[in-house]
């Protein structure tokens, strides 16, 4: 038997950097994300032989271990290995061996959130294989254990619960790890109009997003005034992106993006750089009224929101930087697994 899973990447459109401890606990945090139809995947078929074999089939990353208690974390596969050393601690795995591939529809460091929804990916695959009763909050704070404690990744809070939750969702994140999902109730009509207007782009870069998350963690510790006042700004931005999709005032999207996007350069240093202002800088002439450097920034997607039919000349502008335009759609669900 073979069981499977897919939980969608996602889309950051206000208030990203919030999420992150100790601003979070300090200050509370607010986002507004939409999950979109690119996925990470988990295969899990169980083997008579006592052996665990890992395949990571989009980074062509391979290790085997005799069936054990906890695997050695060695760089390689480690959020693999994080959930299944957690699986064991916590459940157990009753069986002999098994095969666990896995799969994302775009690169590491991209800024969709690909190695948190990885890991609710993989949990979901276990969790049908023993059956266990997790719900969406008890998914997500359990990705978010494994990465934040277990593996001492840094990083935030929405990826694993908006891979979860899936859909268009207002987050708001408070001290001790509490986190409210509102899920929004939007017109399809806008929702609509946004998904054509939303040109996401890849910059053909990836970044480690770990150092740009510490010094921003770093500048709330120290009470850096300029990197804390952006934040709260970026929190009041969550709250008008919220008001502008319920009610409909699309027009104002990019005014919006735009005005997070000043705010962010002000978290870390490296958030933005002189390409990705270039790049920022050409979609707004043709056409674009606001954009943002998806996930941490350094590089990966960037979003432009293009009114009318200004999309097809923000692409025509983007060509010369070397990077490709991505497809996709809102996607509405969350962690799915089944069996077959």
């Known amino acids: 038997m073979i069981f499977r899973s897919k939980a969608p990447l996602r889309i950051g459109l206000a208030g ?18 939409t999950t979109i139809s690119l996925f990470a995947w988990a295969h899990l078929k169980i083997i008579d032989e006592p ?31 994080g959930v299944i050393n957690r699986m064991q601690a916590d459940y157990g795995i009753p069986v ?26 993989v949990l979901g695959v276990f969790a049908e294989m023993l059956g266990l009763p997790l719900g969406e909050y008890d998914i ?22 908006a891979a979860t939750f899936g859909g268009v969702n207002f987050m708001e994140f408070y001290a001790d790890d ?18 054509n207007n939303l040109l996401l782009y890849y910059t053909d870069s990836t970044r480690e997003s770990a150092s740009i998350i510490r010094e921003q963690q770093k500048n709330v510790e120290e009470s850096n005034q300029g990197s804390i006042e952006a ?72 979003t432009f929101y293009c009114p009318d039919t200004t999309r097809y000349q923000v692409i025509e502008a983007l060509e010369c930087f070397g990077g490709r335009v991505r497809n996709y759609s809102f996607y509405p669900e969350g962690l799915t697994s089944w069996s077959a």
Do not use: W
């Not at 990203?16 to 994300?33: E, H, K, R």
């Open 16 to 33: 990203g950097g919030t999420d992150v401890s100790p601003y979070s606990d300090l200050y509370g945090g607010a986002i507004l994300n």
């Open 51 to 81: 052996e665990f074999r890992l395949f990571a089939a989009d980074r062509q990353e391979r290790e085997s271990f005799p069936a054990m208690k906890s695997l050695p974390l060695t760089g390689q596969l480690d959020l693999l290995k």
């Open 96 to 121: 002999p061996g098994f095969e666990l591939t896995t799969n994302v529809d775009a690169p590491a460091g991209s800024g969709l959130g690909t190695s948190s929804t990885l890991v609710v990916a």
């Open 140 to 161: 997500a704070r359990l990705a978010y254990d494994i990465e934040r404690k277990d593996l001492q990744l840094a990083g935030g809070k929405q990826d694993q619960y």
């Open 178 to 195: 509490k986190v409210i999902v509102n899920p929004l109730r939007i017109k399809p009509e806008y929702l609509h109009e946004l998904e």
């Open 231 to 302: 934040m709260h700004q970026l929190k009041e931005q969550s709250r008008m992106m919220k008001e502008a999709l319920l009610q409909g005032r699309l027009d104002e999207i990019g005014e919006i993006l735009n005005f997070g996007f000043q705010q962010k350069r002000k978290m870390a240093k490296n958030i933005s750089n002189s390409r990705l202002e270039e790049i920022y800088a050409s979609a707004l002439e043709a056409g674009a009224t606001g954009g943002k450097i998806s996930g941490a920034g350094g590089g990966g997607f960037m």
